[in-house]
């Protein structure tokens, strides 16, 4: 009943700017966190971002450069990413959490996930 469905992906060159975008449609039962998940060409899905209704979570790599938000009245989470490297080139993903749980890196303590959007950085 829950669905998510990102867009904003595309092509840009190093030190450009993206902003990703993922709806959430259907029962969410207010939805405890909403996070950003990334798999690189040849590598595990790693996690980027979430945000709780009371804090946000980065990873190292995107710490200063990446910001996440949410717009509850849309029902919608988004990931502003600034600076982009080649390195930041994967399939991005958005995920839902519905309960609360200190595991927000954890992929596999998510609910619900979306198809996927591509970033791709050039040099």
């Known amino acids: 009943q829950v669905q998510l469905v990102e867009s904003g992906g595309g092509l840009v060159h190093g030190g450009d700017s993206l902003r990703l975008s993922c709806e959430v449609s259907?029962?969410?039962?207010?939805?405890?966190?909403m996070g950003w998940f990334r798999q690189a060409p040849g590598k595990e899905r790693t996690f980027v971002a979430t945000?709780?209704?009371?804090?946000?979570y980065y990873a190292d790599s995107v710490k200063g450069r990446f910001t996440i938000s949410r717009d509850n009245a849309k029902n919608t989470v988004y990931l502003q990413m600034d600076s982009l490297s080649p390195e930041d080139t994967a399939v991005y993903y958005c995920?839902?959490?519905?309960?609360?749980?200190?595991?927000?890196?954890?992929?596999?303590?998510?609910?619900?996930w979306g198809q996927g959007t591509q970033v791709t950085v050039s040099p």
């Open positions: 259907g029962r969410t039962s207010s939805p405890y966190s």
């Open positions: 995920a839902v959490e519905l309960h609360g749980s200190s595991r927000y890196y954890d992929a596999s303590h998510y609910d619900y």
């Open positions: 945000i709780t209704w009371s804090s946000t």
